[in-house]
């Protein structure tokens, strides 16, 4: 388990220094990187699946720790997909802004061309402009979408390693009474042996003196 953990470990550090790529990465490749990412976390979340096998049969004592382990590894590549599908959602919309405008802009019209009227269409233009208002708060919708998911996820998480701490802490509360119990009984079986030992030594001279 602690392979396979570590490898796990050094894998979500190596994502997360790509992440820091993607805004820089030009736009004719930063695709790649984004399904490079996804396969890296898809990858990930494989091993944890088995980490989480490995971990529930850990020896008892060490089975709350490894659990801790496995979920903290969880939370943070849930908190990784959750900012590449927001970074993917802020890209998609800026494209999507970007082909609109190049097609404003491109737009070439005849004395014949029915659309002339279209870009000094006051009315037209306003609905053009709501249309594309919708589709922003859309796009926006989505990514709070994900975000709400991302953080659903990540409660759910918290509230399992809290759960799993508190059952740590009265596993170890627990431990430290037994060992109390077991020091005072190992003190007090030193003393009746002490005590042993000193009557059988009255007992043996009494014998010699009066017997012999």
Same mark, same amino acid.
């Given at each position: ?11 979500? !550090?190596?994502? &997360? ?5 993607? /805004?820089?990465? *030009? =736009?004719?490749?930063?695709? $790649? ?51 590449? !599908?927001?970074? &993917? ?5 800026? /494209?999507?802004? *970007? =082909?609109?405008?190049?097609? $404003? ?108």
């Amino acid at each position: 388990m602690e392979t396979l953990y570590h490898q796990t470990n050094k894998q979500i !550090q190596e994502v &997360q220094s790509l992440m820091g790529n993607l /805004e820089k990465t *030009d =736009r004719q490749s930063v695709h $790649l990187l984004e399904n490079e990412l996804q396969a890296r976390i898809d990858q990930i979340f494989n091993h944890l699946e088995r980490l989480e096998i490995l971990a529930s049969k850990e020896p008892p004592n060490r089975r709350q720790n490894a659990k801790l382990r496995v979920d903290q590894l969880k939370y943070d590549v849930q908190h990784l997909r959750t900012a590449l !599908q927001n970074f &993917q959602h802020r890209r998609y919309a800026r /494209e999507a802004q *970007d =082909r609109e405008r190049e097609e $404003l802009m491109s737009r070439t019209f005849t004395t014949n061309d029915a659309d002339t009227s279209i870009p000094i269409d006051e009315t037209l233009q306003l609905n053009t402009n709501l249309h594309n208002a919708h589709r922003g708060m859309d796009d926006l919708l989505g990514s709070g979408s994900s975000i709400l998911n991302g953080i659903r996820d990540q409660r759910s998480t918290l509230k399992g390693t809290h759960k799993k701490m508190l059952d740590v802490a009265n596993m170890l509360g627990l431990s430290n009474t037994v060992m109390r119990l077991i020091e005072r009984r190992a003190t007090q079986d030193k003393f009746i042996m002490i005590g042993g030992m000193l009557l059988t030594c009255v007992f043996m001279f009494l014998v010699v003196r009066y017997l012999g």
